[in-house]
C-alpha cells in the first residue's frame, strides 16, 4: 500500500467521499431528486456500440461518455480538458442513484461535457483500471467503493479522487455541481501545480509496486497469528468478523476450514471449525440469504445478517457453495448440503446462459409493483424480495401461521428496530428463519417432517408468486474468472454431494470457457463475453481461476483433457505476469500502456487475489506432473507477500491456504480402474466422505488418462488393478502404501 497523500491545493476542491458497497452506505432514504429520464431518450453517446451492460445503462445520458481508450485519451490532450473518469458495475445500488441525479440531469451533463472528457468504465470488464485508480482513492481520501470518481490529467494521471457526490450539500459532502466547477477552476489556474503532483503520484504508486518482498521465514507461526487475528474479530453471538457492516468473507471460512484440518483434535483447531460452522448457519438462517429462491446477497447491513444489500454476484455464489460443500464434508450435516444445493440450483436456474456460461450478477434494485407506475420506472432495493404480511397471509391460508412464525413475519414489518433499515422497510418483512425446525414443530404441537412440509409447499407458492414480480436486472456477461470459481464449485459438489447433474453444469461451463473465452491462435484467454467475446484480453485472475476450476472439475470427472488445458493455461498465466524478480503475479500484463502500473493485489477480499489461487494451483500441478519446478513457482509466489504475511496474514487467508498445503505432507490418492466400474466408484465415493484438503486425486484407468499422466509420472504409470480389482494406492510424495481393495481400509488410511 502507497503512504496516504496529503496535499494542500486539493482542499479547494474538497476531497469529501462516501464508500456504499464496502464501508458504510449512505442513508437509503436520501432523496432523489427529478432526473431528465424523459429526455433520456434525445441522447445517444458513444456507449451505445458497447456490450458492457453497466456501459449501455448510461448510453442514453446527455453526457457525452467515452469508452477507456485511445478517442477519449486524443481529444483530452488535444483539448487540454481533465478527464472525468467514472467506474463503477451495472448491479451498484449507489452508481443508479449517481446516474438518476447527476448523469441524466442537463444542466450537470452541460457542465461535464463543457469542462472535462468524460469516460465511463465498467470496473467488472477493466477490473486493471479499477484498481490502479482505486489504490490512488484509498490512500487519498482513506475509503474507496462505488461508484468511484477520479478526476485525471490528459495523460491519465489522477490528482483528485472520490467515490459518490449527492447532487446536493448533504451528508457533509459538497454537491457534485460544486465539485466539478471547482476542479474546472484549478485545473485553469493551477494547471502546472496539477500536472506536477500527478506525476508525483503516479511515481508513488509505482514505488509502490516495485519494493522488494519482506524478509523473515514463513511457517506454521504465520497460520496462528491469522487464525488469533480472525478470533479477535469474531461476532460469538452472531457469527460472521467484525461489525455492521457484514460480509461473507468465504476466503477466511477456507481458511479456517483448513486450520481445522491441520490438527482437528487440538482446541484452536475445534474453535476455528466452531467460527465457520457458526457462522455459515447464521447467514442461511438470515436475510442475506433469500429464502425463497436460493442463492445469497452480497452483505449484511446490520450484524444479524438479517437486512442484506440486495445484489447477488455470482462470484459469491460460488465461494459460498464451496464453503456449505465443505461444511457438509466435515459434519455430515445435511443442513450444510441442502443450503449448498440451494445455491447451485439458484444458479443453474437464474444465472446461467443457454450455451452454459454463467451470468455476473443480478441487481439490489427492481421495479416497485402495486403503485400506479405501468412502466415500472420507479425502482427500490429489495423490491423483488420482501413481502407483507398480508401477501403472505392471503397467499398461504391456514398456512400462514406456520410460515409467518417460522420466518418472523410481523404486520408491522420485521426490519431491526432503530436501524436506518426499518424505516426503509416499514411493513415489509425480509424473511428470515426467527425458529429452527424443532421450535416450530414444538409450538404448534407438530412432527419436525409435517412442519417441514408444510414450509417447503408454502416457499414453493410464494416463489410461483414471485416470480410475477418484474425482475432485478441480470448483468448478462460471462466473466472468465467467476465462471472458474462457478466451475470449482459445481465440479466439489458433484464429488461430495454425487450429484451428476453438477458434473454436467460444471462441464458444459468448461467447454463454454474453452469455445468462447480462449483464442488457440495467440494462446489468451479473454476477460467477458455478452452477444460475443470482448476484445478484452484476460488478467491474472481469470488465468487463476479457470485453472483452479479445471483442476476441481478434472478430480470429479478425471477427464484429462481437463488437466492438459489446465496446464497450458498456467504456462501462458506464467508467461504474461509473472513477476521472475519478486514472484508473485502482476494482475495485468502490462499490454496496455494506458494502464501504467502493474499491480499485484495483495488483498484477498470479495474475490480472492490471482497469486493466491494461482499458488495453490502451482502446488496442485507439481504434484500431478511430479514437476518439483512448479512447487518452486508457488514458493517464490508465496514468499513475494512476506511483509504483508509477517504482519496481517489474517488480510490474505486464501494464500494461507496455500501456505498450508507447502508447509505439510500433502497426499495423492491414486484410483486405478475403469471410470465407469462400480468398484472404482464405490472407492471414490469413500474417498470423498472425507474432508481432505491437502490430496490430490488421480485416476490410473488403463487408457488415455493413465498414459499421458504416466509419461511426466513414473509412480502413476506403474499403478494398477490388484487381483483384478479396482485398487486406491494412498502416497505422500508419491511414495505410497500398499495398495487396498475395502472399502474400510481405504477409510482407515484417510484418517491417518
Known amino acids: 500500500m502507497i503512504t496516504r497523500f496529503r496535499f494542500g491545493f486539493l482542499a479547494l476542491v474538497w476531497l469529501v467521499t462516501a464508500n456504499h458497497n464496502d464501508a458504510g452506505p449512505t442513508p437509503v432514504d436520501a432523496p432523489r431528486p427529478k432526473s431528465d429520464a424523459a429526455n433520456m431518450s434525445e441522447h445517444t453517446n458513444r456507449l451505445a456500440q458497447e456490450k458492457s451492460p453497466y456501459l449501455l445503462q448510461h448510453a442514453h445520458n446527455p453526457v457525452d461518455w467515452y469508452p477507456w481508450g485511445e478517442d477519449a485519451f486524443a481529444k483530452a490532450r488535444r483539448e487540454n480538458k481533465p478527464i472525468f473518469l467514472s467506474v463503477g458495475y451495472s448491479t451498484c445500488h449507489w452508481c443508479h442513484v449517481m446516474a438518476h441525479e447527476s448523469f441524466e440531469n442537463e444542466d450537470v451533463a452541460a457542465i461535464m461535457n463543457r469542462e472535462f472528457v468524460n469516460i465511463k468504465v465498467d470496473r467488472e470488464e477493466r477490473p486493471d483500471v479499477d484498481r490502479v485508480y482505486m489504490t490512488f ?20 494521471k489522477p490528482f483528485v479522487g472520490g467515490t459518490y457526490f449527492p447532487p446536493d450539500e448533504r451528508y457533509g459532502q459538497p454537491a457534485f455541481k460544486k465539485v466539478l466547477e471547482r476542479i474546472a477552476t484549478a485545473w485553469k489556474e493551477d494547471h502546472d501545480k496539477i500536472v506536477e503532483q500527478g506525476s508525483k503520484i503516479v511515481e508513488a504508486l509505482r514505488e509502490s509496486q516495485s519494493a522488494a518482498r519482506g524478509e523473515g521465514k514463513i511457517d506454521d507461526s504465520v497460520l496462528n497469528a491469522a487464525y ?106 445435511k443442513q450444510y448440503e441442502a443450503v449448498a444445493r440451494d445455491i447451485l440450483d439458484y444458479v443453474a436456474r437464474d444465472m446461467t446462459s443457454k450455451e452454459g456460461g454463467f451470468f455476473s450478477a443480478e441487481d439490489a434494485d427492481s421495479p416497485v409493483v402495486g403503485i400506479d407506475d405501468p412502466g415500472h420506472k420507479k425502482t427500490a432495493e429489495g423490491a423483488f424480495y420482501v413481502w407483507t404480511k398480508k401477501e403472505i397471509d392471503d397467499a398461504l391460508g391456514n398456512s400462514a401461521e406456520i410460515f409467518d412464525f417460522h420466518y418472523g413475519v410481523q404486520a408491522h414489518g420485521n426490519a431491526p428496530e432503530g436501524s436506518d433499515s426499518h424505516d426503509e422497510f416499514r411493513g415489509k418483512n425480509i424473511l428470515i428463519e426467527r425458529h429452527t425446525i424443532a421450535e416450530t414443530a414444538r409450538n404448534f404441537k407438530k412432527s419436525e417432517g409435517d412442519i417441514a412440509m408444510v414450509l417447503t409447499q408454502s416457499r414453493g407458492k410464494l416463489f410461483g408468486i414471485r416470480a410475477q414480480r418484474p425482475r432485478p436486472h441480470l448483468d448478462d456477461k460471462i466473466i472468465s474468472a467467476w465462471n472458474g470459481l462457478m466451475i470449482s464449485a459445481y465440479a466439489r459438489a458433484a464429488q461430495v454431494i454425487d450429484e451428476p447433474r453438477y458434473l454436467e453444469i460444471a462441464t ?58 489446465a496446464i497450458q493455461l498456467q504456462e501462458i498465466q506464467d508467461r504474461l505476469f509473472f513477476d521472475e524478480k519478486n514472484g508473485g503475479y502482476f494482475s495485468n500484463s502490462g499490454r496496455d500502456e494506458s494502464v501504467f502500473v502493474r499491480m499485484k493485489d495483495d488483498n484477498d477480499g470479495a474475490e ?54 507447502s508447509l505439510g505432507n500433502p497426499r495423492q490418492i491414486v484410483i486405478a480402474g475403469k471410470k465407469d466400474s462400480s468398484e472404482t466408484k464405490a472407492l471414490l465415493r469413500e474417498v470423498h466422505r472425507h474432508f481432505l484438503p491437502n490430496t490430490i486425486v488421480i485416476l490410473a484407468d488403463e487408457s488415455e488418462g493413465q498414459k499421458y499422466l504416466g509419461e511426466r509420472n513414473g509412480a502413476v504409470r506403474a499403478m494398477s488393478l490388484v487381483e483384478g480389482k479396482p485398487a486406491a494406492y494412498v502416497c505422500e510424495n508419491f511414495t505410497c502404501k500398499a495398495p487396498v481393495t475395502d472399502l474400510k481400509q481405504l477409510g482407515d488410511l484417510l484418517k491417518l
Open 508 to 565: 458444459r461451463s468448461a467447454n463454454f470457457v474453452r469455445t468462447n473465452l480462449y483464442d488457440p491462435s495467440r494462446k489468451i484467454l479473454y476477460r467477458s463475453y455478452r452477444e460475443g467475446r470482448s476484445n478484452i484480453e484476460g488478467f491474472a485472475d481469470d488465468y487463476a481461476m479457470v485453472i483452479q476450476g479445471l483442476l476441481d472439475l478434472y478430480e470429479a470427472s478425471f477427464d484429462v483433457e481437463c488437466l492438459k488445458f
Open 137 to 156: 482513492v484509498q490512500a487519498t481520501t482513506g475509503s474507496g467503493g462505488w461508484p468511484m470518481s477520479v478526476w485525471l490529467t490528459p495523460d491519465l
Open 228 to 333: 488469533r487475528q480472525i478470533d479477535r474479530s469474531y461476532d460469538p453471538k452472531e457469527g460472521g468478523f467484525g461489525n455492521a457492516p457484514k460480509f461473507p468473507r468465504p476466503v477466511t471460512l477456507n481458511f479456517l476450514t483448513r486450520f481445522y484440518a491441520r490438527d482437528p483434535k487440538s482446541d484452536a483447531g475445534k474453535h476455528a471449525l466452531d467460527m465457520a460452522l457458526f457462522t455459515l448457519c447464521k447467514m442461511a438462517a438470515g436475510g442475506m440469504h433469500d429464502q425463497i429462491g436460493g442463492g445469497f446477497h452480497r452483505y449484511s447491513v446490520d450484524r444479524y445478517w438479517h437486512v442484506p444489500h440486495f445484489e447477488k454476484m455470482l462470484y459469491d455464489q460460488a465461494q459460498l457453495a464451496v464453503a456449505y460443500v465443505d461444511a457438509f464434508q466435515i459434519t455430515k450435516d
Open 608 to 661: 480472492p487475489a490471482a497469486s493466491s489461487i494461482a499458488a495453490l494451483n502451482l502446488l496442485r500441478l507439481s504434484q500431478s506432473y511430479d514437476d518439483p519446478k512448479l512447487a518452486e513457482r508457488a514458493k517464490k509466489t508465496i514468499d513475494a507477500f512476506a511483509t504483508i504475511l509477517l504482519q496481517f496474514p489474517s488480510g490474505m487467508p486464501q494464500i494461507l491456504v496455500a501456505v498450508e498445503n
